[in-house]
């Protein structure tokens, strides 16, 4: 236990001036992306729109964190987070990402807006130690429900310790 974050294939980089940015909508289904998020995935533009934003879910992502991520824009606030992505050939992809609502002029929600930057070598230091004690916790469970269960007690422990929100956290890193 306490080891790091497995994730297999080769690394994927961007340039730290570029960023990843989608829109979808309130289902998650994507709407928009732009070209910097169409050559990192490897997918081509046509197979992203209309296509659930999870397309790009790497399996070595805790799923605590998506749901921690989805809890907290369903709040209608924003979020930072640490996420890897998969590329369309396997390869993945670190990014810190900046996800929000999108609202329509009556304040409603009509979907979400994410930026994402290439990620820190210095902050994926802490986040992979930390996701991998995650995705222990997640696989330990008996079925998929209490995985995440345990892996959301097992965050909101360790982040209590630290006396930190997750994005707190993520945003000292």
């Not at 390869?91 to 290439?118: K, M």
């Not at 820190?120 to 269960?149: F, S, T, V």
Request: proline share 3%; glycine share 10%.
């Amino acid at each position: 236990m306490g080891g790091d974050l497995v994730v297999p294939g080769r690394e994927v980089t961007f340039a730290d001036n570029e960023l990843i940015v989608s829109k979808t909508d309130l289902q998650g289904r994507i709407t928009y992306c732009n070209d910097v998020f169409v050559r990192v995935s490897g997918y081509r533009e046509a197979e992203l729109l209309g296509k659930p934003h999870n397309v790009i879910r790497h399996a070595a992502m805790p799923r605590t964190i998506f749901r921690l991520l989805w809890e907290t824009i369903g709040r209608g606030e924003e979020i930072f987070a640490y996420v890897v992505n998969r590329c369309k050939n396997g390869d993945h992809y670190w990014v810190l990402a900046h996800v929000t609502p999108d609202w329509a002029a009556d304040g409603s929600p009509i979907g979400y807006h994410s930026n994402r930057r290439v990620a820190r070598r210095e902050a994926l230091a802490a986040i992979r130690p930390l996701y991998a004690r995650l995705a222990e916790a997640e696989a330990g469970a008996a079925d998929r429900k209490a995985g995440l269960e345990a892996g959301g007690a097992l965050l909101e422990s360790i982040l209590a310790e630290k006396g930190k929100s997750y994005e707190q956290f993520v945003l000292e890193l």
